[in-house]
């Protein structure tokens, strides 16, 4: 459900509200509309979506005695379904005068205002039943005491992420309603957003490949970017797998994308420090390279001192490559297990068990960049820490992306012969559409990044 307000012509202007009007129009997803007062009657469309296309929860009367509930018509593709929703949590906010939300106002009709949130909150919640209530509405955005609902209340921007997953775990990649792509183009595209760096970086490659008649090093460079493309589609895959039913056998799903997520941002970032000895020409086949191996980090001080400092010892890039490291190298070891949590109180969950070596070894990486519970870990008895698979895998790719951009952006490739760059290799092409900015924003936007 969505406020219907948000997707008004005058709005379509922003790049969140156009590209969610864009994903509420697919076929796949049911889109009912609210209002108070319910829909303009002359209208026939309602902002970005046809009329037809999107159904309506209609709050009919007043508050009813004894009960006090209020009847909702619901409409969808010429159906109509009555029922109600009871009121006494609306009558809780009515009645919350400790909330700040709306503090400006006369506490009558701040009153007011607070009702009106919750009784539209009520609706999406009891007589729609969705998926997502997306509103602007600030006292159901507020940690309120009285919000029991069990529909999660996004924003705009908050809700085209699941949205956006939604589609794709149903094999619809979406740059715009009536344009889409295939699996590779959607997540190369979105790689080249994450890294704007890239673009320079390999570009000189290219060229190199180019003068040198030898496509193997533009090949080695090229891998980076298809690694980080298919760590951020398992990525996906993490989501889809915790947004299953715990216990129905999707925790291996989980476990096994979380390796292959592992394993390709590790490969990614190996591959980044391979291309930086060829460029500065340190002999030998690069096999011994590697940001985190002192010795050859020796090297490329002596060359390239502003290189070797992204990752001094104790920076924030060296604690996020030393997270990766040691749990990549869990595939050479005791695995990491998915767990169903039991909860007295709420939902199962599932959670991922961090080995007890690995856990010792990130800790104090963990601590440096933001600590345990900016990245989901937490303590569970004899089970030891679990971590939120969730968080813990968007921080690890929020925090690496930046480190990976600054590596490529110190890499001195203009060194390579015949690279001949030029200002405008920094940048997208400007003659090629797919690449437009405005096709890597929406791919940034579904991806929650």
Request: proline share 6%; net charge negative.
């Given at each position: 459900?969505?406020?219907?307000?948000?997707?008004?012509?005058?709005?379509?202007?922003?790049?969140?509200?156009?590209?969610?009007?864009?994903?509420?129009?697919?076929?796949?997803?049911?889109?009912?509309?609210?209002?108070?007062?319910?829909?303009?009657?002359?209208?026939?469309s309602?902002?970005?979506?046809?009329?037809?296309?999107?159904?309506w929860?209609?709050?009919?009367?007043?508050?009813?005695?004894?009960?006090?509930?209020?009847?909702?018509?619901?409409?969808?593709?010429?159906?109509t379904?009555?029922?109600?929703?009871?009121?006494?949590?609306?009558?809780?906010?009515?009645?919350?005068?400790?909330?700040?939300?709306?503090?400006?106002?006369?506490?009558?009709?701040?009153?007011?205002?607070?009702?009106?949130?919750?009784?539209?909150?009520?609706?999406?919640?009891?007589?729609?039943?969705?998926?997502?209530?997306?509103?602007?509405?600030?006292?159901?955005?507020?940690?309120?005491?009285?919000?029991?609902?069990?529909?999660?209340?996004?924003?705009?921007?908050?809700?085209?992420?699941?949205?956006?997953?939604?589609?794709?775990?149903?094999?619809?990649?979406?740059?715009?309603?009536?344009?889409?792509?295939?699996?590779?183009?959607?997540?190369?595209?979105?790689?080249?957003?994450?890294?704007?760096?890239?673009?320079?970086?390999f570009?000189?490659?290219?060229?190199?490949?180019?003068h040198?008649?030898?496509?193997?090093?533009?090949?080695?460079?090229?891998?980076?970017?298809?690694?980080?493309?298919?760590?951020?589609?398992?990525?996906?895959?993490?989501?889809?797998?915790?947004?299953?039913?715990?216990?129905?056998?999707?925790?291996?799903?989980?476990?096994?994308?979380?390796?292959?997520?592992?394993?390709?941002?590790?490969?990614?970032?190996?591959?980044?420090?391979?291309?930086?000895?060829?460029?500065?020409?340190?002999?030998?086949?690069?096999?011994?390279?590697?940001?985190?191996?002192?010795?050859?980090?020796?090297?490329?001080a002596?060359?390239?001192?502003?290189?070797?400092?992204?990752?001094?010892?104790?920076?924030?890039?060296?604690?996020?490559?030393?997270?990766?490291?040691?749990?990549?190298?869990?595939?050479?070891?005791?695995?990491?297990?998915?767990?169903?949590?039991?909860?007295?109180?709420?939902p199962?969950?599932?959670?991922?068990?961090?080995?007890?070596?690995?856990?010792?070894?990130?800790l104090?990486?963990?601590?440096?960049?933001?600590?345990?519970?900016?990245?989901?870990?937490?303590?569970?008895?004899?089970?030891?820490?679990?971590?939120?698979?969730?968080?813990f895998?968007?921080?690890?790719?929020?925090?690496?992306?930046?480190?990976?951009?600054?590596?490529?952006?110190?890499?001195?490739?203009?060194?390579?012969?015949?690279?001949n760059?030029?200002?405008?290799?920094?940048?997208?092409?400007?003659?090629?559409?797919?690449?437009?900015?405005?096709?890597?924003?929406?791919?940034?936007?579904?991806?929650?990044?």
């Amino acid at each position: 459900m969505i406020d219907a307000e948000i997707l008004e012509t005058s709005r379509m202007d922003e790049p969140d509200v156009e590209l969610l009007a864009d994903l509420l129009r697919h076929e796949l997803l049911d889109v009912f509309g609210y209002r108070e007062g319910g829909p303009p009657a002359a209208a026939p469309s309602e902002g970005a979506l046809p009329r037809t296309a999107m159904g309506w929860a209609v709050v009919t009367g007043e508050q009813t005695e004894p009960y006090h509930q209020w009847v909702v018509r619901v409409e969808n593709a010429g159906s109509t379904t009555s029922t109600g929703v009871a009121g006494e949590h609306v009558d809780l906010a009515g009645h919350d005068s400790q909330s700040r939300v709306y503090a400006d106002l006369p506490e009558g009709e701040a009153s007011s205002r607070r009702r009106k949130d919750a009784l539209a909150g009520q609706v999406a919640d009891q007589a729609v039943s969705a998926d997502i209530y997306i509103t602007e509405r600030p006292y159901l955005l507020a940690e309120s005491t009285w919000n029991h609902l069990e529909v999660p209340v996004m924003t705009t921007v908050q809700a085209i992420g699941p949205i956006g997953l939604y589609l794709r775990a149903q094999d619809e990649f979406l740059l715009a309603h009536n344009i889409s792509v295939d699996r590779a183009g959607f997540y190369f595209l979105a790689t080249r957003e994450l890294l704007p760096e890239s673009w320079r970086w390999f570009s000189a490659a290219v060229r190199h490949s180019q003068h040198t008649n030898d496509g193997s090093f533009e090949a080695l460079a090229g891998s980076l970017l298809d690694r980080v493309s298919r760590a951020i589609e398992a990525r996906d895959a993490i989501h889809v797998a915790l947004n299953q039913r715990p216990l129905s056998g999707h925790g291996a799903d989980l476990v096994r994308s979380l390796d292959t997520f592992l394993l390709f941002l590790m490969g990614a970032s190996d591959v980044a420090a391979r291309v930086a000895h060829h460029v500065l020409e340190l002999g030998g086949s690069g096999r011994s390279a590697g940001w985190q191996r002192e010795r050859w980090l020796d090297k490329v001080a002596a060359q390239c001192p502003d290189l070797a400092t992204v990752v001094s010892p104790d920076t924030p890039a060296w604690h996020a490559l030393r997270i990766l490291s040691e749990l990549r190298n869990t595939v050479h070891g005791e695995a990491i297990r998915g767990l169903a949590i039991m909860s007295r109180t709420g939902p199962i969950s599932t959670a991922v068990r961090i080995p007890r070596g690995q856990l010792r070894e990130i800790l104090p990486s963990v601590v440096e960049l933001g600590g345990a519970h900016a990245w989901g870990l937490a303590s569970n008895g004899p089970d030891g820490t679990l971590a939120d698979a969730e968080i813990f895998v968007d921080g690890l790719l929020n925090h690496l992306m930046p480190v990976l951009n600054e590596l490529m952006r110190r890499t001195p490739v203009e060194l390579l012969p015949g690279s001949n760059m030029q200002p405008e290799d920094a940048y997208p092409p400007t003659d090629k559409p797919f690449y437009s900015e405005r096709n890597r924003t929406r791919t940034r936007l579904q991806l929650g990044l």
